[in-house]
């Protein structure tokens, strides 16, 4: 709110380059022309016009207590700026401020082209990006994506698999009506249940010249609560999504259940988890899938699909001393995958290996637990760059030609 300073008419006296009338310059018989100077009356339009000019006499000697008052505001920019100076927003660093009792996080605005928020009836720890057949590189509005996602209920028998598809409600002749994108998105889901909540979840690699279709399975990994791995073929899900409306479409009671589960990490759960895929020579489907799972005690186990489905190595690989907290495949070395650990260090595999012990490793890291670690897939292929996340708030990127064994 704009703050005024009240001034009454009798104080705006004569002086020399101002009139002590509120209206428009005028012309005193016998007087030369008197103007407005530096102040500019915002209310001259009140001003009665058939009413005469009184003469300064008459002014100074007017009922002074029925002398009228008049707000004096700010000029608009001076407003303005004050305003933006009191609600300039901050950005939030975790670590670095604090919320007090009333305060809550909002989003900027001016950062998004797009943004919709949504609820979920449980909690959801993690989600992935589903591929579409809806084309590459997708720029116009209204959007559609597809999500999948876990809940962490408050009993381990309510939890569920949800393959959400998020879509305006505007159709193709509204895409260029501004009103229309400003329309609330649609939200629609498919759920199946999920033995335990969800800790992470992973949808797998899919080739570049991907075409979905019935026959070819969708692939998602989820570690539970529980200390198992779930692998589920979510394409009934989808299909059933892109259905039409009150087409009765059911879903298979195949889909309802894991086509496999990884039981090697026994009562332990874990966070960690990462797909890798051979592809076809035509880049138009899946020849074979790599899954990799790390817990809480430090074990990583390996899981690869076969000509009947999957398949888990009885052997873990055993470098780390604590829980791990993430793990990735290279982008360029189809046998290669990196993990992070709470044991503060980054450690490089090759399955290859006998013996299931890292290749390279640098301990102390990061002077806490390392979250999370990523593999830069910009380096022209090589993949020689990382990123990783430490507990103590700290980013680091690291150059993987300069490790030594």
């Given at each position: 709110m704009s703050t005024s300073k009240k001034r009454t008419a009798n104080d705006l006296e004569d002086t020399p380059g101002e009139s002590s009338k509120r209206g428009p310059s005028s012309k005193r018989k016998g007087d030369e022309e008197v103007g407005m100077g530096d102040f500019e009356d915002e209310w001259e339009d009140e001003v009665d016009s058939d009413e005469g000019v009184n003469d300064g006499e008459e002014t100074e000697q007017g009922n002074k207590d029925d002398a009228m008052d008049i707000d004096v505001h700010?000029?608009?920019?001076?407003?303005?700026?004050?305003?933006?100076?009191?609600?300039?927003?901050?950005?939030?660093?975790?670590?670095?401020?604090?919320?007090?009792?009333?305060?809550?996080l909002e989003p900027d605005?001016?950062?998004?082209?797009?943004?919709?928020?949504?609820?979920?009836?449980?909690?959801?720890?993690?989600?992935?990006?589903?591929?579409d057949g809806l084309g590459e590189e997708r720029r116009r509005y209204p959007a559609t994506c597809y999500v999948v996602t876990g809940t962490q209920a408050d009993m381990s028998s309510k939890n569920e698999l949800l393959v959400m598809k998020m879509s305006s409600d505007s159709?193709?002749?509204?895409?260029?009506?501004?009103?229309?994108?400003?329309?609330?998105?649609?939200?629609?889901?498919?759920?199946?249940?999920?033995?335990?909540?969800?800790?992470r979840v992973r949808a797998q690699p899919t080739p570049t010249n991907f075409t979905p279709s019935?026959?070819?399975?969708?692939?998602?990994?989820?570690?539970?609560?529980?200390?198992?791995?779930?692998?589920?073929?979510?394409?009934p899900l989808m299909e059933a999504l892109d259905a039409p409306p009150h087409s009765g479409s059911l879903l298979p009671e195949a889909a309802k259940k894991p086509v496999y589960t990884v039981t090697a990490h026994g009562r332990f759960e874990g966070f960690a988890l990462d797909w890798a895929a051979s592809f076809s020579s035509d880049n138009t489907s899946v020849s074979g899938l790599r899954l990799l799972s790390g817990d809480v005690t430090s074990k990583i186990y390996l899981t690869t699909s076969t000509k009947t489905g999957f398949m888990t190595s009885p052997n873990p690989?055993?470098?780390?001393?604590?829980?791990?907290?993430?793990?990735?495949?290279?982008?360029?070395?189809?046998?290669?995958?990196?993990?992070?650990?709470?044991?503060?260090?980054?450690?490089?595999?090759?399955?290859?290996?006998?013996?299931?012990?890292?290749?390279?490793?640098?301990e102390n890291a990061?002077?806490?637990?390392?979250?999370?670690?990523?593999?830069?897939?910009?380096?022209?292929?090589?993949?020689?760059?990382?990123?990783?996340?430490?507990?103590?708030?700290?980013?680091?990127?690291?150059?993987?030609?300069?490790?030594?064994k």
């Open positions: 700010p000029a608009v920019e001076d407003e303005q700026a004050s305003s933006s100076k009191q609600t300039a927003p901050r950005t939030f660093l975790p670590g670095l401020h604090k919320l007090s009792k009333d305060e809550v605005q001016s950062a998004y082209e797009m943004l919709h928020r949504m609820n979920a009836a449980w909690p959801c720890l993690s989600l992935d990006i589903l591929r159709d193709d002749e509204d895409s260029d009506n501004d009103e229309a994108l400003d329309e609330d998105a649609v939200l629609e889901y498919k759920s199946v249940p999920h033995v335990g909540g969800v800790n019935p026959s070819q399975p969708y692939h998602v990994a989820t570690w539970a609560d529980t200390g198992k791995v779930h692998i589920y073929n979510i394409r690989f055993t470098s780390h001393t604590s829980s791990i907290e993430d793990l990735q495949w290279s982008p360029s070395e189809p046998t290669v995958f990196a993990s992070c650990s709470a044991d503060q260090s980054i450690r490089i595999w090759d399955v290859r290996v006998k013996g299931r012990k890292s290749a390279m490793a640098v990061h002077d806490a637990d390392i979250n999370v670690i990523s593999w830069s897939r910009t380096t022209g292929g090589n993949g020689y760059l990382m990123v990783s996340g430490g507990d103590e708030g700290g980013l680091k990127v690291w150059d993987l030609r300069g490790w030594n």
